[in-house]
Nanobody, 124 residues
Framework: QVELVESGGGSVQPGGSLTLSCAVSGLSLSSICLGWFRQAPGKEREVIGTVNSIGRTTYHASVKGHFTVSRDNAKNTLTLQINSLKSEDTAMYYC??????????????????WGLGTQVTVSS
């Protein structure tokens, strides 16, 4: 059974940092594409960054330099490091996996497994 479980969300002040983690079970990370997405209230879900089966990372242009996606195959964990948080980063953050295309999962349509999400709120 495949399961993705996010953790690490919370409330932070602008300029702060957070590290989100996603524990993946039932899949081998070295053979799939993984990604982080987010959805703010009233907005569509958008990709933040992905890491494919050969370890290549891609980021949405609007977040490059602001977020870092990494994975640990041995621990079956995907991580999202967020720096210099802004109020517009407030959203539900989702871990995602694709077995449909191990080399590219930058769009929701390529994702076939989702976590339940972890809330990040940035406020002073």
């Amino acid at each position: 059974q495949v399961e993705l479980v996010e953790s690490g969300g919370g409330s932070v002040q602008p300029g702060g940092s957070l590290t989100l983690s996603c524990a993946v079970s039932g899949l081998s990370l070295s053979s799939i594409c993984l990604g982080w997405f987010r959805q703010a209230p009233g907005k569509e879900r958008e990709v933040i960054g992905t890491v494919n089966s050969i370890g290549r990372t891609t980021y949405h242009a609007s977040v490059k330099g602001h977020f870092t996606v990494s994975r640990d195959n041995a621990k079956n964990t995907l991580t999202l490091q967020i720096n210099s948080l802004k109020s517009e980063d407030t959203a539900m953050y989702y871990c995602a996996a694709s077995t449909r295309n191990p080399y590219n999962c930058v769009t929701s349509g390529l994702i076939n497994y989702w976590g339940l999400g972890t809330q990040v709120t940035v406020s002073s």
